[in-house]
């Protein structure tokens, strides 16, 4: 059986935690990878490592903002080039957390209202919807011509998408909107033969959270587990619009809710015909 011919990867947030584990896991398999982070420090150490550890692979670092449509533009374009030209995978990754309590509401206000720190939005939602449209940009520029897949993109949400989470209402918000972009994208994008797909990962031992003692009496999902989910999607490019619950040693297809009735469901299917709403 040939050898597969290494890919192009950009992974956003790629210096920390889960876009760690993913640089390294790509690097592993010997393909292209550019991880766009915002700290260089942590960027560039893990690009180098990543390189030393697998020699095989070609790893760069781009310094980026994502919440900022400009310095991610540059990114992209910076990371197309080092990578040959070519992109074959975007994994929309970066992301932050509510850190200690939620700005959404304070109860205890008395005064004139605070307005809430909006950063987990700005970053999970406006950050993945930026990846999302540079990832369609690039991946289009491969000609018509090309057999397969024309591109993959992977956003990571979070099992906070699927549930509510009292405790940081800001950052559900936010992966619930990443969730319904990917289902929302995913026929959009599909007459180019590209797909489009998110992970909702369960407690993964992270850097995320503010106090691991958060986890201490959780059931903590392996990192091996969302590696899989990742693998299961690039291996199938049929799949597209799917979000995969990220749990224990499972990986989980969620469908959408069921259209309450036919109607509902008629309405909808008709703004696809249409194209737009």
Not at 25 to 34: K, P
Not at 37 to 62: I, T
Not at 124 to 138: D, M, R, T
Request: charged share 15%.
């Amino acid at each position: 059986m040939p050898t597969p011919s290494p890919k192009s990867i950009i992974i956003t947030g790629g210096a920390s935690g889960i876009g760690l584990s993913l640089t390294r896991h790509f690097a592993a398999q010997g393909h292209r990878v550019a991880i766009l982070d915002l700290n260089a420090a942590a960027g560039q150490e893990a690009a180098a490592a990543a390189a030393a550890d697998f020699p095989q692979a070609a790893v760069s670092f781009h310094l980026c903002n994502v919440a900022s449509w400009d310095e991610q533009a540059a990114a992209f374009e910076k990371a197309f080039q080092a990578l040959g030209d070519r992109l074959d995978v975007v994994v929309a990754n970066a992301g932050v957390s509510e850190q200690g309590a939620t700005t959404l509401v304070r109860l205890d206000e008395e005064k004139a209202p605070s307005r809430p720190g909006v950063a987990t939005v700005e970053v999970n939602l406006l950050g993945a919807v930026y990846s999302v449209n540079l990832a369609v940009h690039y991946m289009n520029r491969k000609p018509k011509t090309e057999g397969g897949s024309r591109g993959s993109i992977i956003c990571t949400a979070s099992n906070a998408g699927l549930y509510p989470l009292p405790v940081a209402p800001l950052y559900a918000a936010s992966k619930f909107g990443v969730v319904g972009l990917v289902r929302s994208t995913a026929r959009v994008i599909e007459k180019a033969n590209m797909q489009i797909n998110a992970l909702a990962p369960a407690v993964l031992d992270t850097n995320i959270a503010p106090d691991k003692d958060l986890f201490r009496h959780m059931v903590v999902t392996p990192m091996a587990t969302l590696l899989r989910g990742v693998d299961q999607f690039l291996a199938d490019p049929s799949v597209s619009g799917a979000v995969a619950e990220i749990h224990g040693d499972s990986v989980t297809i969620r469908p959408p809710h069921e259209y309450v009735d036919d109607d509902s469901k008629n309405n909808i299917e008709t703004f696809w015909n249409l194209g737009y709403a």
